[in-house]
């Protein structure tokens, strides 16, 4: 019983020391950053970085899901990345329905995926700014606003 946990325990640290790229594997860096969507007048604006000196010919995929985090997602779409380029923006302006939509940046050549990120767009017009009337006359004040003028 002794030699086969000695064996055992043998085998396994062979395993790890050997194959150290298995065990301790770490990504490259990403090839976006600072993937954020913001919310609009029936609409979203996705925004993007993408890290200096990536690999030229990459194309990112930009992914929507309608009802849940988990998809299905639907490509709506793809953007070419361009060296010297490194700020990119998308406005969808394809929604449906007042609800909550999750996009998802993909990146097929490297296999890398951002997201999801969820944002709800607003579906009732924007508020507008208040303007005070306007006296027309020298005698006029805020209280002829609001009465009918008397006939004489």
Same mark, same amino acid.
């Given at each position: 019983?002794?030699?086969?946990?000695?064996?055992?325990?043998?085998?396994?640290?062979?395993?790890?020391?050997?194959?150290?790229e298995i065990?301790?594997?770490?990504?490259?860096d990403?090839?976006?950053?600072?993937?954020? +969507? #913001?919310? !609009?007048?029936?609409?979203?604006?996705?925004?993007?970085k993408? &890290? $200096?000196?990536?690999?030229?010919? %990459?194309? +990112? #995929?930009? !992914?929507?899901?309608?009802?849940?985090?988990?998809?299905?997602? &639907? $490509?709506?779409?793809?953007?070419? %990345?361009?060296?010297?380029?490194?700020?990119?923006?998308?406005?969808?302006?394809?929604?449906?329905a $007042?609800?909550?939509y999750?996009?998802?940046?993909?990146?097929?050549?490297?296999?890398?995926?951002?997201?999801?990120?969820?944002?709800?767009?607003?579906f009732?017009?924007?508020?507008?700014?208040?303007?005070?009337?306007?006296?027309?006359?020298?005698?006029?004040?805020?209280?002829?606003?609001?009465?009918?003028?008397?006939?004489?």
């Amino acid at each position: 019983m002794r030699k086969m946990a000695i064996s055992f325990f043998c085998l396994m640290l062979t395993i790890i020391f050997l194959t150290p790229e298995i065990t301790w594997t770490q990504k490259a860096d990403p090839t976006v950053l600072d993937f954020k +969507v #913001q919310a !609009l007048y029936r609409a979203a604006k996705l925004t993007w970085k993408a &890290k $200096e000196g990536f690999k030229s010919g %990459l194309a +990112v #995929q930009i !992914l929507r899901a309608d009802t849940f985090e988990e998809g299905p997602y &639907k $490509e709506l779409d793809a953007v070419n %990345l361009i060296s010297g380029k490194n700020v990119y923006e998308y406005i969808d302006k394809s929604m449906g329905a $007042e609800a909550k939509y999750y996009y998802k940046l993909v990146i097929k050549e490297t296999d890398e995926t951002f997201g999801p990120i969820p944002t709800r767009p607003y579906f009732s017009p924007p508020a507008t700014h208040y303007q005070p009337p306007i006296l027309r006359q020298r005698g006029d004040s805020i209280l002829s606003l609001f009465f009918l003028p008397s006939k004489s």
